[in-house]
C-alpha cells in the first residue's frame, strides 16, 4: 500500500460549477430549527393548514383507481388527466403543458436549454434567489432592472431593450418574491409588448398568484401574451406555477406551460433528470383538485390575517424611518432600514434574540440591498409575531444607535 495522497477535487469539477452557491435561505433555516427560534425566514407554507385527512383520502383513492399503475414508472409530460385540468383553466391543449417536481425543478430546466454563456438575462432588483441559483451554472450575464412599488420600471425596461440584446426575463409579477409587491396592470401590458418586439423570451414565476388576499385579481402575463399573439404556440411567455403554496410542498407537484417548441426540449431535458415526476404524487395531487378552491380560500384568509397583524406590530415595534412593502397576497414583505445598516451582519444578533429573517443582499444578481430584509408571515402565531416583531425592533435601534 502507497502512502495516501490528496486528491484535488476542485481541478475536476465542471468551469460551471465554480460559480454554484448555497442558498442563503437554506442556511438560515438550519439556524432556526432550534424550537425557540421564531423564524420569519422560510418561505415555508403553514403546516396546521395543510389538508392531512383529504390527502389521506385522495392517496387510497388513486391506489383503489389506479393500482399498480400509481407505483409504475410513468411518461416524462405528466399524469395525462393533470395535464389536461391545467390547460382547461388555461384554455389551452394539454399538451402545452409540462409537469415538474417542484417549480425549482423547472426554472433548472428552463435556464438549461435555454441560457448559454453569457447570455443576457433579465431580472427585477431585487428577485427571487432560488432563480439566481438555478441560472448560475449556465453562466448567464445579468443585468437588473428597477423595480417600486409597481414592480418592474418598464420605462427603464424600454430603455435597457434598446441597447441590450437580451435572451431572457425573469419575473415574478404576483406578490414577489422577496418584496410581496405586484407588477400592475399598465406595466404587464407594456412588458409584455416591449418583450415581444425585441424578441426576448419571458419567464413568469407564478407561485402565489391565487393567494390574493386583497385588490383586485390581474391577467397573468401568459394571458396578456397568448392574446397578443393569437397563438398558443407563438406565445413568448413562459408560465411556471406550483400546487406547492395552495395545496402542500412535498408532493413537490409544480408546471410549465408554454408553446410547443419550449415543451419539446423541456420533455428532453427532464427525461435526463429524472424521467419523470412521481407517478403517485401527480395522482394525488389529482384527485385533490376538488378541494383546492376551498383550500385556497382558508390559506388566503390565514396569511392576511397574519400579514396585517405583521404590519400592524412593525408599525408599533419598528423605528419610524423603517419602510416596508404593504403586500395584497402571497407570503412576504419587504423591509428597507436607514442606510449604512447591514442586515447581514445584524442576523447574528437577531438570532441572540431569538428572530430570524432573510438579509436582502442575496437577492440582487450584481449585489445591492445591504439594508434590507425579506419577512414571511406565514408560520408565525400572532403571539409570536408580537414577541418576534418586537425583538426584531431592538435588534435594529441597537443597530442604528
Known sequence: MTNATSFNFQAAFATRVRGMTASAIREILKVTQQPDVI?????????????????RAATTAALDRYGPAALQYSTTEGHPPLREWIGQQAGIPAQNV???TGSQQGLDLLGKILISEGDTVLVEAP???GALQSFQPYLPNYVQLPTDEGGIDVDALEDILKTTRAKLLYAVPNFQNPTGRTLNLERRKRLVELT??????????????????TGEALPSLYSLGLELAGSVDQNHIIYSSSFSKTLVPGLRDAWVQA?????????MAKQGA??????????????????LPAQIETVKKAYGERAQHMMARIATDFPGDTQ??????????WVTLPEGIDTQA?????VERKVAYVPGSPFYALGGGENTMRLSYCTATPDQIEKGIKALGDTIREALN
Open 39 to 55: 423564524s420569519f425566514a422560510g418561505g415555508l407554507p403553514a403546516p396546521e393548514l395543510f389538508p392531512l385527512d383529504a390527502v
Open 274 to 291: 429524472d424521467l419523470h415526476t412521481p407517478t403517485l404524487n401527480q395522482m394525488i395531487v389529482t384527485e385533490l383538485l376538488p378541494i
Open 127 to 129: 428577485t427571487y434567489l
Open 324 to 333: 416596508h412593502t404593504v403586500p395584497e397576497g402571497g407570503m412576504f414583505l
Open 196 to 213: 415581444a418586439q425585441h424578441g426576448v423570451l419571458v419567464i413568469e414565476d407564478d407561485p402565489y398568484g391565487a393567494l390574493r388576499f
Open 346 to 350: 445584524m442576523l447574528p444578533r437577531a
Open 98 to 100: 409540462q409537469i415538474l
Open 259 to 267: 408553446a410547443r417548441p419550449i415543451i419539446q426540449k423541456l420533455i
